[in-house]
């Protein structure tokens, strides 16, 4: 784009160019090779993709509902940074889902009109905010564990997906180092930041066991999928570092049994929290109002 400032960028005469993302609201693989790899089924490879776009989708939203409540303006900034790059991970990896399968389906289509038992993404993203150090405990948990799980995919068989997770490390190794910097600074602060920033991990942690759980789906696409089971002992590794720095006592484990299954089911088989209904119903009611618009 060549204009002179972002109001000239969004008015009537410019409606082709869409200046949020810089490159439009287009297909965001367009031009990329997005074949299947030899060997790998297409539904078992958009199955994953939709489970790490959910992810990023999911935490994205929660993020963003920071947007005027975070403490300091500069955390505004990071907060909304944070949150749109985890959305433009979900972008690309539901965009990939859609090609994997053939169903040739959008990233818009699958963010906005999915039922929830639809969705894929581990239930630690999508319970409510809480207070800051609660968002930052929850904030630095999942990025290590995402940032893991991407350094691994890196290397995937899927050359869409390895692009994918190299764009998305440089992302999210600058997510864990903020939300880590806030975990020491608070955990280690006054006694009240101190009680809340362990709430916080208290209150997330219930749902720690989950990231570690190996779907059927992971199983079945050995050298694409990275092996969830084998993150733990880098995840702990590095948690346990930022919380002894921050002078916070690890929640007990609850011994890899996972909580509040259904059936033996969680978020990855689409089953959820109570929060995730009043998430979707935020998240998808101007596209469902308006399912034909355009701006």
Not at 162 to 189: F, S
Not at 246 to 258: F, H, I, M, N, Q
Request: charged share 25%.
């Amino acid at each position: 784009m060549s204009f002179d400032n972002a109001y000239e960028a969004i008015s009537e005469n410019n409606d082709e160019t869409r200046w949020a993302f810089g490159t439009g609201f287009v297909d965001p693989l367009s031009g990329v090779d997005t074949s299947v790899p030899d060997g790998v089924d297409g539904a078992d490879l958009a199955a994953y993709c939709l489970m790490l776009g959910d992810d990023a989708l999911i935490m994205s939203h929660r993020l963003q509902q920071w947007c005027s409540h975070a403490p300091e303006l500069e955390d505004e900034l990071a907060i909304a940074n944070i949150a749109l790059d985890l959305l433009g991970q979900a972008r690309l990896l539901l965009a990939r889902a859609g090609k994997a399968d053939g169903s040739e389906r959008s990233e818009d289509s699958y963010a906005f009109f999915r039922e929830e038992r639809d969705f894929r993404n581990v239930r630690m993203v999508e319970l409510v905010n809480g207070d800051f150090a609660a968002t930052m405990a929850r904030l630095l948990t999942f990025s290590v564990w995402r940032l893991a799980l991407l350094q691994r995919l890196e290397s995937s068989r899927d050359p869409v997906l390895a692009a994918i997770a190299a764009k998305g490390v440089k992302e999210v190794t600058y997510h864990r180092e903020y939300a880590a910097n806030w975990v020491v600074r608070l955990g280690d602060g006054t006694e009240l930041s101190h009680q809340r920033m362990q709430a916080g991990f208290d209150a997330v942690w219930p749902l720690y066991d989950e990231l570690f759980v190996v779907h059927p789906v992971e199983r079945r696409l050995a050298g694409i999928a990275a092996d969830s089971d084998g993150l733990r002992s880098e995840v702990d590794d590095v948690l346990t570092q930022v919380l002894t720095a921050a002078t916070l006592t690890r929640p007990e484990d609850s011994a890899g049994k996972v909580v509040g299954l259904v059936s033996g089911m969680a978020g990855r088989d689409g089953v959820h929290t109570e929060d995730m209904g009043y998430l979707l119903a935020e998240l998808q009611s101007v596209a469902r109002a308006h399912p034909e618009a355009t701006w």
